[in-house]
């Protein structure tokens, strides 16, 4: 009798628990992690063609960024989407008040951010509790995951294992590996720096496992065997976060909130009381700096650029991507630009499409005659 996929996983994770962990083993531990990553991977191909998903929550997105709240059932995330935004979404002193997508938007120095309440997030939701595979996969889509988190109830890693289970890594990025198949020779895995979590050997019986043949593999920062695998498994989301602690005005003890400021070091940490309307200026202002947004400011050909109204985009934006933002008929029509400020070499340089235009940049767009 051959094992379900599940059995099978379970069966590796435990070889792994039991396997003791020193050099030795290094090797053979490395290796079962990338059998279990692939499993996981059939598993959600699995899972995603065989319509075990159910719904999907339908959501548009819209304005210059998405922000997701992200936390427990009952920790005030409704509440904070109402005071952030125009949104009427239901609060209630009950978990799974909010049963659905709820967006709202927020504007803020002429950004419009979208903000979206979601159901609370339980453990082994990525296995599909309380809606949590349709949760996880509109947070997956978000541009900044706002963790929301009971001043008294603190436990961000049950969140954040749930997240990191469906392939969402939070304040990283992808390792800096470059794979390119070959003909023949084998897998050749070559370095840039010096590596001390895994070695040349075992990436190389990693990359094997993920069925190349023959690659070269070129190794360029000193990552992990997790970090590695994320790399061939190629369908992760790398995605910024922040956390909000909620309900302080129930907190007595400044201590408790320095504390909790270490706690969640490496995260933007700010402190509000959703009710009490308390940091909720902070708070704006805080998610607006996390986007990472930049300004643009139009100059009609021949005349003064608004310098009152900018223009707000994402941080790598380029010429292509403002066209798009302001209609669909400027593109096909786009003949040049003209551009001012700090991505200009001097001032008045004419650039294409793909310029990268970068913050407080004044910009011309040239159309085709009788273009649009
Ligand atoms: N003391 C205090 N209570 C709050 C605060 N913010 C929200 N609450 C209360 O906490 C309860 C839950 O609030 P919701 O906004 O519905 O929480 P939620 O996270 O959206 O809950 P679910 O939708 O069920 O996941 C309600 O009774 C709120 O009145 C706060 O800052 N301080
Ligand atoms: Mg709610």
Not at 75 to 85: A, D, F, P, Q
Not at 304 to 310: F, G, I, Q
Not at 330 to 358: C, E, M
Request: net charge neutral; proline share 2%.
């Amino acid at each position: 009798m051959s094992l379900t996929i599940e059995e099978q996983i379970k069966a590796l994770e435990d070889e792994i628990f039991k396997t003791q962990k020193n050099k030795n083993t290094e090797y053979h531990i490395g290796k079962l992690k990338a059998k279990i990553a692939r499993l996981k991977e059939e598993q959600e191909k699995r899972r995603s063609s065989g319509g075990r998903t159910g719904t999907t929550y339908a959501v548009k997105k819209s304005g210059n960024a998405t922000v997701a709240l992200v936390g427990f059932p009952s920790v005030g995330k409704s509440t904070i989407l109402n005071k952030l935004t125009d949104a009427d979404s239901e609060v209630g002193a009950y978990d799974f008040t909010t049963l659905d997508v709820v967006p709202g938007v927020m504007e803020y120095k002429f950004a419009k951010v979208q903000i979206l309440d979601l159901p609370g997030l339980i453990k082994d939701a990525s296995k599909g509790k309380g809606r949590g595979r349709e949760v996880l996969s509109v947070v997956r889509a978000a541009d900044l995951i706002m963790f929301i988190i009971d001043a008294f109830d603190t436990n961000i890693h049950i969140l954040t294992k749930e997240l990191e289970a469906v392939g969402i890594r939070i304040n990283t990025h992808p390792a800096d590996v470059v794979i390119s198949k070959t003909d023949i020779g084998g897998v050749d895995v070559r370095t840039t720096v010096k590596l001390t979590q895994i070695d040349e050997e075992l990436a190389k019986a990693i990359v094997a496992e993920y069925g190349y043949v023959n690659a070269d593999v070129v190794i360029r920062e000193d990552l992990s065997v997790d970090e590695l695998i994320d790399v061939l498994a190629g369908n992760r989301v790398y995605a910024k976060a922040m956390v909000v602690v909620n309900k302080i005005d129930l907190v007595k003890d400044k201590n408790y909130m320095k504390g909790l400021k270490e706690k969640f070091h490496g995260y933007d940490v700010v402190f509000v009381s959703a009710e009490k309307n308390i940091g909720i200026p902070e708070l704006k202002e805080t998610i607006y700096q996390n986007l990472d947004l930049i300004s643009v400011y139009l100059k009609p050909q021949g005349k003064d650029a608004d310098m009152d109204v900018p223009l707000i985009v994402r941080h790598g934006a380029s010429v292509g991507d403002v066209c798009d933002s302001l209609h669909r008929s400027i593109r096909p029509n786009f003949r040049y630009s003209v551009i001012w400020g700090k991505s200009a070499k001097f001032p008045g340089q004419t650039v294409g499409l793909d310029h990268i235009l970068r913050d407080g940049d004044i910009l011309t767009i040239v159309k085709k005659r009788g273009g649009g």
